[in-house]
């Protein structure tokens, strides 16, 4: 919900960043205030997996110009890790496979490092299955998985769902949701959004990549944003995504240059 | 005549296989094995020392392999003296335990369980080098030296269902050679467990050779940990023989040796088997490890998957040689072999070879290798969960060795595997 | 099951370049000496430090062995039994086309390169060698407008003796392995490129090698030199007659690349490969190497294998400058008894550098296809990455594929990826091609052609079409 007296969670300013020597991100402005949700939509190539992972600081991502400022602070200063226990957290559009490492023990390890920060008692194995427990409920995933190797031969859909409990384990104040939408069953959709939709809240902010009008139906953004060669070429409400979902990118896209856009 | 062989400095070494210690203590030919001792000196004399021209030697530290032949043999006059570096968990539940040293009969032999029998001495002969044959293995310079010092061979039959499993632990001596050769025949629709542990001691050296027969419908699962310490060295050839429907499942774990050579060799003498082979070795401060593995099927459909994996630390060379042989009688075989190497120092070197020889067309065939760190996605998903690099990084050194260890399951939790594994390893 | 029957029933096409020119020839009598090696010198009119260099040459490969390799068995070859030097009699450089003898000009256009103005290809600059001499190089005016020098090694050598002098031998020096030794005592001729500073080459150089003479052995040497930020893309094809004795064919090709340069090379390599009972045709052993001098630099290896008898062949890169980049890039397909044993070597010793290998064999017949190459990252090249893709297609249960990938790693920070397969012509594609309507040769060589795709799209334009004929060609009969 739209509170501008709320705390400026999120501010990017004239983010430019490169991969292997090639720019991809152009000036990226943003500002996140908690309890909103912002919808990121944009072409395929455009950038939005680009923006999320230099926003977790992913180490071959280089930022080239700009500042991002989160909570007041300098956040591209900080260690990927030290992100995550400062309550970023980035739901991956492609999460890795991790052979040998056990989901549970994976679980436990991060959820205890953000815990650690908050100053919360860390959990030991069984009271961390108790935790984990109530939270699977949310994600509706089957307790199996907590056994197998991380993301390891999970279906899309089950790599998803996993994000989501490790969202949903971690409380943090920013969510990146990179395409989370993206390979699940209709059931799934609506349980991922009610997950998502039940650990929003006046306190926390939440950035969805998407392409379907179908997750901003489950989860009402606040925002709306294009993103086109690397920079938000656009922002409006929720009748901005619907628009998209008619019309594709290319009126926007042709409309430009406009000045005083805001 | 003895070809020349440089060290890693530049050395020339020009000892030959005569003038070693363990050589020249070598007794005269006894025991059942007297005429196989006294032909394989014969052509190992004048094979001489392996050279670097040979393929399977290319990248051998001469030095370190000589260093061990200063060891004198030890003989079963010599004290028993199985305090290895490690504490010895107690027996299987579910099996029992032999203890082999080299040169007498093995402790524990007195009450074999049902279903275990040693083979008389006609029944030695006739299957005594049989799968070494079939695997092509009579010429390997390692199972020279194993037929030229050993003197007696631990042969058991293996037949029944419900059996026990077999934990078969082998200690090397301190400041002693020691030799030590195994036969084992799983018979038709025998399904076993059977777990090999090779200790070794301080300055100890180890010569372990091991036939297997697989019979029609016999399973085996082989697991075999090799834990060295201190300047400890094997070298060691196994020869596996498996006809059609057995399944040969084997896991080995290498660790702790200042000089491996681990040779294990496999024919699927008419195909139609299946055969899984897992292995880890790991090397660190100035070791070296190797493994030579070289499989065959000599016949249709055999199936084979093989993952081996290495790690180089410190100043080590961790050496992997694979080869597949699919000859034209194995149409529709399916083999896939997968070598993966993590290299966690810039002073260690890996060297992987994984080889297809093939001649027959209907067959699925893969290989891959790779030599990485560890994997940068991989530590930045878990360092964007909140856990720090070095954390992150040894969990992912876990989740890697696990991938193995995990078909361990008679020894996993007894052998502590784990623990030995990464005791003293960063990522 | 029928199908694969079938394949084996259509038949290979005779090869269409055996043909012998007739035209009369000056040879040097046969054998090696160090006579031999000052004759060849002399008549080439050598510099002193040229005559010195093959003289060391021919001096060390009498200390050498010949290599054993125990995957090609072959016939030892009698090296007193091979003619080191054969020129077309009136062989002395003609300044103008019109010049040449008409018969010679005949052969290159019967084999589908011509020469003289009106016909020549309009993009291509081509040096064509018979035997052991280069009888014409097109286009070299046009080229000299760029600076771009080339010509036969012979004319440079008269002409720019400094630039052979400081090059040649310094990526394959005179005593790398026997046959390059070899080389280096009786090179013949050869081509010489040249490109100057900053100068990306206007048009596609290439050298086309002839062996007409069935006795000799030829011995040709290639030298690419690209200057900063310079390029070029470089052709080589090679037929020869139908005998039924071998040929040895040990060619030696050098490429130096500085700063910001790239070289293409790609070989289209058709010599004889002897009949199906594996009487004659031509050894190919060859030593092709680059070396990545400069910083950015870049040499990409493509080749399509198909002819010789036995091919011993391993296009490396040198990756010393920082970033620089190796390719390799290469179809080998044999039958009946072809051996070939080929692959490349990428030695990474400057930081981040990188190198992909992409090799296709397709083996047929009786034949045996090997894949040996080397990744070879030290201990100073940070940061670099390998990759290796190296597959391999079976056509008849007598044809052999090895693989042989040696892979060593002495940096952490850098990665290495090799993966390989073999496979056979997969019924299920087959089938859902001639399910729609394609009739069963053309969808083997779709089949085919698909499977070398990667590797044909890295050839020029008017080599890829060549290439993709050229394998159909050679197929026919095989399949099965
Ligand atoms: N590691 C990388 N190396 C090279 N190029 C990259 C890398 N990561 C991203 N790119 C390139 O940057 C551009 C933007 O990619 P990005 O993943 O941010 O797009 P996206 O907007 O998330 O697209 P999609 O909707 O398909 O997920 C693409 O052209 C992509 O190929
Ligand atoms: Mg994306």
Known sequence: MINSNSELILEISDLHAQVEGQKILNGVDLQIRSGEIHALMGRNGSGKSTLSKVLAGHPAYKVTNGKVLYRGEDLLGFEPEERARLGLFLGFQYPVEIPGVSNI???????????????????????????????????????SFLERSVNEGFSGGEKKRNEILQMALLEPILSILDETDSGLD????????????QLTNQDNATLLITHYQRLLDEIKPDFVHVMSSGRILRTGGSELARELEDSGYEWIENELPKTGES | MDRERITKDGRKLKMSLQETKLWESLSEPRGPLASIQLSARESLKSRGMPAASEETWRLTDFQLLESIL??????????????????????????????????????????????FNLLNSEELKEVLGKALEHCGSNEDWSVGLNNSCVDNVLALRVEGIDLPSLELVISGKDGEFSATRVILLVEKNTHLNFLQVLLGAFNSAHSHLIEIHLAENASLNHEWLAFGG??????????????PKSDYSFT???????????????????????????????????????????????????????????????????????????PQPAQRTSAAQLSRNLLLSNRSRVDTKPELKIVADDVRCTHGATVTELQEEQLFYMRSRGIEQIAAANLLLRGYCQEIISSLPMSFDRWKVLEHVLEGLRG | MKSQNLVGEIVSKPYKYGFVTDIETEKISKGLTEEVVR???????????????????????????????????????????????????????????????????????????????????????????????????????????????????????????????????????????????????????????????????????????????????????????????????????????????????????????????????????????????????????????GHCRGVRSKISWSQVETGSAITWKYPSCILQGEDSVGEFYSVALTNHLQKADTGTKMIHVGPRTKSTIVSKGISAGKSLNSYRGL??????????????????????????????????????????????????????????????????????????????????????????????????????????
């Open chain 1, 105 to 143: 023990e994976f679980l436990r390890v991060s959820t205890n490092s953000r815990r650690k920060q908050l100053g919360e008692e860390e959990l030991d194995i069984f009271s961390f299955e108790d935790f984990v427990d109530s939270r699977l409920k949310l994600v509706q995933m089957n307790p």
């Open chain 1, 186 to 197: 209709i059931d799934a959709l609506r349980i991922v959004a009610g997950g998502v939709n």
């Open chain 2, 70 to 115: 200063h060891l004198p043999l030890s003989s079963s006059a010599s004290e028993s003296n199985c305090s290895s570096v490690f504490d010895m968990p107690s027996p299987p539940t579910e099996g029992f335990r032999l203890m082999l040293s080299p040169g007498s009969e093995p402790l524990g032999l007195e009450s074999l369980p049902k279903g």
């Open chain 2, 230 to 243: 201190g300047k400890s060295s094997f070298l060691s050839h196994i020869a596996v023989e498996q006809q």
């Open chain 2, 252 to 326: 080995s774990i290498q660790k702790g040796w200042l000089f491996s050579r681990f040779e294990p060799c496999l024919v699927q003498v008419n195909g139609q088997a299946s055969t899984k082979f897992r292995g880890l070795q790991i090397a660190d401060s100035n070791e070296q490890i190797a493994t030579n593995s070289t499989i065959r099927f000599d016949g249709p459909e055999g199936d084979l998957d093989q993952l081996h994996k290495g790690i180089a630390a410190g100043t080590s060379h961790s050496i992997f040689n694979g080869c597949i042989e699919v």
């Open chain 3, 39 to 289: 004759q060849i010198s002399a008549k080439k009119k050598e510099p002193q430090f040229l005559l010195d260099f093959r003289l060391k040459a021919y001096k060390h490969w009498l200390t050498m062995t010949e290599p054993n390799w125990a995957e090609l068995g072959y016939k030892k070859l009698n090296y007193q039994d091979i003619i080191y030097y054969a020129a077309p009699r009136d062989n002395e450089k003609k300044a103008s086309l019109d010049e040449v003898d008409p018969k010679l000009l005949e052969t290159f256009d019967k084999l589908g390169i011509p020469l003289t103005e009106q016909k020549r290809l309009s993009n291509v600059a081509v040096d064509a060698v018979f035997d052991s001499v280069s009888i014409a190089t097109t286009y070299k005016e046009k080229l000299a407008e760029h600076g771009v020098v080339f010509c036969s090694i012979t004319e440079a050598v008269a002409e720019y003796p400094e630039l052979i002098e400081q090059y040649l031998g310094s990526v394959v020096p005179l005593n790398d392995n026997f046959f390059a030794t070899l080389n280096s005592a009786v090179f013949s001729d050869g081509s010489f490129v040249f490109i100057p500073k900053g100068i990306d080459c206007p048009m596609e150089l290439s050298s086309y090698f002839r062996i007409n003479s069935g006795d000799i052995g030829q011995f040709e040497r290639t030298l690419i030199i690209a200057e900063e930020s310079s390029s070029v893309s470089y052709l080589e094809g090679c037929t020869a007659p139908m005998f039924d004795t071998n040929t040895l064919h040990a060619a030696v090709v050098e490429i130096v690349v500085l700063d910001d340069a790239s070289v293409k090379y790609s070989t289209v390599q058709n010599w004889y490969s002897g009949d199906e009972n594996g009487v004659g045709g031509i050894y190919n052993f060859v030593t092709k190497r």
């Open chain 3, 375 to 480: 990744v070879q990252i030290g201990p100073k090249a940070i940061g670099s990455k390998n990759y290796s893709q190296c597959d391999s297609m079976l056509i008849g249960d007598n044809a052999a594929a090895n693989t042989f990938p040696y892979i060593r790693s002495q940096n952490p920070s850098s990665c290495i990826e090799h993966e390989a397969s073999t496979c056979r012509i997969s019924e299920d594609k087959l089938f859902y091609l001639q399910s729609r309507g394609i009739g069963f040769e053309e969808a083997v060589s779709m089949i085919v052609s698909g499977f070398c795709r990667d590797v044909f799209n890295q050839l020029p334009m008017e080599f890829a079409a060549e290439a993709d004929k050229l394998l159909a060609l050679k197929l026919e009969g095989s399949v099965g």
